[in-house]
């Protein structure tokens, strides 16, 4: 299994990011899927979280109104759309899953997202 996260970088306050995760190794389509971040000498903060055929999603309230998370099963990739950035949000963002019937979890390499003026 491999996730490869792209789309981070530097942005102003209030500017907006698209983070993309391109997964291979897995029935893709089959995996509850979520973006994690991590912040400097922060732990990690489950951000969103989207079920295998997106009808259901979830959000940490610190993202919630700002962040949404979607996925093309076709293209077997999940997506994370950043509005309305703040300083805090500064975080390496990272994809994840978890195949139950293993009891394996599988993480990208993270890309960083800074917000600064």
């Known amino acids: 299994v491999q996730l490869v996260e792209s789309g981070g970088g530097l942005v102003q306050p209030g500017g907006s990011l698209r983070l993309s995760c391109a997964a291979s190794?897995?029935?893709?389509?089959?995996?509850?899927m979520s973006w994690v971040r991590q912040a400097p000498v922060k732990g990690l903060e489950s951000v969103s979280s989207i079920y295998s055929y997106s009808s259901n999603t979830y959000y940490s309230d610190s993202v919630k109104g700002r962040f949404t998370i979607s996925r093309d099963n076709a293209k077997n990739t999940l997506y994370l759309q950043m509005n309305s950035l703040k300083p805090e949000d500064t975080a390496v963002y990272y994809c994840?899953?978890?195949?139950?019937?293993?009891?394996?979890?599988?993480w990208g390499q993270g890309t960083q997202v800074t917000v600064s003026s």
């Open positions: 994840a899953t978890r195949d139950d019937g293993l009891g394996t979890d599988y």
């Open positions: 190794g897995l029935t893709f389509s089959s995996y509850y």
